[in-house]
């Protein structure tokens, strides 16, 4: 129940994480309360201030550490020990540095009674962003592109548009407004010159990051057009001065310069952690097979959204290159977590597991 | 009503159509009935049979055009004459040269009022291999392959055993049981040695069909074991007094001289009208890439399943090649039937539309 209430928050919260509580007593629910909205109440709070008699001697289940440091509002623990509560089962632990376990060993050290890990797994799944940008410094990354049942984006003269469904455009629009940056290699902005904004659904323009290694984009790209209202970063090697990088800067783009990887491209590691510490904690990368693939054989990918169209083309661009991968046994392992027909495509929702193998 | 209760035939009417029927009178169900097994009474007359009150004046709900040849039984369109039923409202026509429109037109000649097309994309599909058969002197071709979820069946080097789970295996048995005949290439046979037959679940043992245009395979394969029990036939461009067709023909096979096709191997279309004619009405093809490539650019293949294992495997060996589609508007599309999990496998059941374009 805790879990059903933290998914109310969606949408709301970020980049706080969905939390939510639920209070007992003698076996009867009494406080129900989940986190609604950044900067507003935790969810312990609001099962608190929502119970419907005195919570003293109550068991608190809650899918997250409570926190012990004054954010927004006051630590969780305090309202906690005030409140008299007798026992706390925690979903999991906050990774937060902040807290860690601290809340627990207070809890603790206060005489109540603590259980951890409980449903863990669907407690870090929930807030699996959240989790993954605190504890690796990283954009969480989602890889998305369209393929044909056969796997080919694009037919061996690099045509792409459209490969899949109105439906699945829409469905785009909404996985663009659920994150904080999209990121796309030179390659996609020279043939396909989109302009990576959010017009479908409603939603804000996520941070635009074009990786272009050689300053080749054209000036008039969508993407370098009302930078005022959207931010593009433009990802390369060359450094302040080439003649290049004085061309786009005076458009009013960002260029940051990251130091080369061993083929002579941006380095997306380093990229990423640049992101990162910009407090780009979600990632968006919608190509092309280059990037993908650069991705994928850097462990860089944690979800990936591969939209299916019902068709067979044949001979044609692959969206996954080279992974220098020749055994079977040593291909990248997926979770399916869901598949949804959009339109006439179906949509995969999986994430790389064993990551950093 | 009439579709369900043809259903509950699947797997015992072969080669027959599967067929329902249903006698209403006066707005009431009076009688049920469908084909049973092969060689049993038609649809109608089990309705007929069932019928729990007098059927004169009442309609005749049938999800096929009632036969007027004399066949196993009698033909139905006399009982239907003889019984007096007033209506007679038919899902499908039947394509059978013996019976296509001559039963409407005699039961109009009768004076009894026909509707035709009633829910006929649903009464057409339930017996889609018997009217495929029907109307091209074709065998139904079900193209059936397992790939990673980037399109690959193969590593580059050719390894492509297991890419997919033991349940997509016993699912893979299942399919060969419900087909005539299975097929695959040379290459196959040579690099995975398969047995072809039907193990882990119950059913009969399709015939095998090797399509091997140089006559490569060695004695030894699998394939040419257990002859008397399970028939194998290898399709070739040689003719018999080649030493290496004398090789194969020495170990039991029956080997059969085709045409070359334009590149010189055996020509897939001629192959299957000679399939045909000795009776195979529904043909599995199991790979490789070549004959699949082949069978889909010939436009001969009408239901695809693809098996997707949840990985990535990148750069390897991909289950269709060049199809000489430089337009994605030229794509061969599918028709989603089925998405089915399959362990940690999703299941693809797709038809081709715009089969011959």
């Not at 930078?227 to 080439?242: E, F, H, P, Q, V």
């Amino acid at each position: 129940m805790a879990l059903k209430l933290a998914k109310k928050g969606r949408g709301y919260v970020s980049p706080n994480p969905l939390v939510g509580a639920v209070i007992v007593k003698d076996g009867r629910i009494i406080g129900r309360g989940y986190h609604q909205r950044y900067g507003g109440n935790h969810a312990e709070i609001n099962a608190l201030k929502n119970a419907s008699e005195d919570v003293a001697g109550s068991t608190l289940y809650v899918t997250l550490e409570p926190c012990c440091h004054e954010g927004k509002t006051p630590p969780c623990i305090d309202s906690i020990t005030k409140n008299k509560i007798a026992r706390v089962v925690i979903g999991t632990i906050d990774s937060n540095p902040l807290v860690s376990c601290q809340s627990i060993n207070y809890l603790q050290s206060c005489g109540i009674e603590v259980k951890t890990g409980v449903l863990e797994t669907e407690c870090r799944n929930l807030n699996e962003v959240f989790f993954h940008f605190m504890e690796t410094k990283l954009p969480f990354v989602t890889v998305k592109y369209a393929q044909t049942l056969d796997g080919r984006i694009a037919t061996a003269t690099g045509q792409s548009q459209w490969i899949s469904s109105a439906t699945s455009l829409k469905f785009t629009h909404k996985l663009r407004a659920a994150h904080d940056a999209i990121l796309v290699g030179a390659g996609t902005v020279i043939k396909d010159n989109p302009e990576l904004t959010v017009r479908l659904v409603r939603g804000r323009n996520p941070l635009r990051v074009i990786v272009d290694s050689a300053l080749n984009i054209p000036g008039q790209s969508k993407v370098l057009q009302n930078l005022s209202k959207n931010k593009t970063i433009i990802a390369t090697i060359k450094k302040a001065g080439d003649p290049q990088f004085q061309r786009l800067a005076n458009l009013g783009a960002e260029i940051i310069t990251i130091d080369a990887d061993k083929q002579g491209n941006v380095d997306l590691k380093k990229l990423l952690e640049l992101l990162a510490k910009r407090n780009i904690s979600s990632l968006l990368i919608e190509g092309g097979a280059q990037i993908i693939t650069s991705i994928l054989i850097n462990n860089l990918a944690n979800r990936l959204v591969t939209i299916i169209a019902p068709k067979i083309l044949g001979k044609g661009i692959e969206a996954v290159g080279d992974l220098k991968i020749n055994n079977l046994d040593l291909a990248k392992k997926l979770s399916i977590r869901k598949i949804v027909r959009s339109g006439e495509d179906i949509i995969i929702d999986s994430r790389l597991t064993q990551i950093g193998n």
